[in-house]
């Protein structure tokens, strides 16, 4: 047994024997990562459909409070799971979405925890980019 297996054998859920999937305590950062950049694409594309003229001032000066709420709360969390993570435990992204990760109400797998936490910023992010793309369209 290899040091990274021993660290990962840590993280397991007591009571688990036998269950072959790596349990994670915390996010991979890759998740967060992901998530950011939705919220990017959502800012973005309000910058370019609303920042042409004086009239979009006041919706890009809400819109980037907004912003600035959602980017801080991923980063948040990463600066949390960095801190409150005791493991020097460097699984890759792909490993992650493979095993599965403790939550509050029992395990759940790597891809369904990115899909709770990705998938709404990401399609607020594309439809923000199809009102966008209606709007120039029509303009």
């Known amino acids: 047994m290899n040091a990274k ?7 397991r859920m007591p009571g688990m024997a036998g ?4 349990a994670f305590r ?3 950062p890759g998740v ?3 998530s950011m950049m939705g ?3 959502f800012m973005i594309a ?3 459909t609303f920042g042409a003229g004086m009239e979009g001032a006041l919706i890009l000066a809400v819109d980037t409070v907004f912003f600035a709420v959602f980017f801080s709360l991923p980063l948040v969390l990463m600066r949390l799971r960095r801190s409150a993570a005791h493991d020097t435990d460097k699984s890759s992204f792909a ?3 493979r095993g599965e990760i403790d939550t509050y109400t029992g395990r759940m797998s790597g891809t369904s925890a990115l899909a709770q936490v990705a998938v709404l910023p990401v399609a607020i992010a594309l439809g923000t980019m199809a009102i966008g793309i209606i709007i120039a369209t029509v303009r």
Do not use: Q
């Not at 021993?6 to 993280?11: D, G, L, N, Q, V």
């Not at 269950?19 to 790596?22: A, D, I, R, S, V």
């Open 32 to 34: 967060f990562v992901i």
């Open 46 to 48: 309000y910058w370019l």
């Open 26 to 28: 915390h996010m991979h």
């Open 39 to 41: 919220w990017f694409g």
């Open 95 to 97: 490993e992650f979405l």
């Open 5 to 11: 297996t021993a660290e990962r054998e840590k993280t």
């Open 19 to 22: 269950h072959n999937l790596p």
